[in-house]
């Protein structure tokens, strides 16, 4: 039996050896995550150009669209909508719900 609780003690250790510093590290990751994903920052850093394809966009429609690029918008954009339906919706059968959870360990 001292051989059991020998490797009882030692398995606790390794455990605790693998659950330090855990927090710290979910931590970082979540202000990494935080500070790379924030949407003002992303748009504050990319003011210039957004604001010269908003010029160009509204070029586009105060002159008129060009035929071609009227046709894509006309197909490309309820296609796309459709294709992200359709996979909301295969997302939601398979049970995963849409979003991107993680894998369990």
Known sequence: ????????KQVE??????RDGVSERIDELDRRLRTTLDVKTFASEH????????????FLVGFGFPKPLRRLIQFGV????????????????????GGAGYEPL
């Open 1 to 8: 039996m001292p051989d059991v609780d020998m490797e009882k």
């Open 13 to 18: 250790r390794a455990i605790e050896r693998a």
């Open 47 to 58: 003011a210039p150009q957004l604001i010269a394809g908003g010029a160009a966009v509204g």
């Open 78 to 97: 309820p296609v796309a909508l459709i294709a992200y339906k359709v996979k909301k919706a295969r997302d939601k059968a398979a049970g995963s719900g």
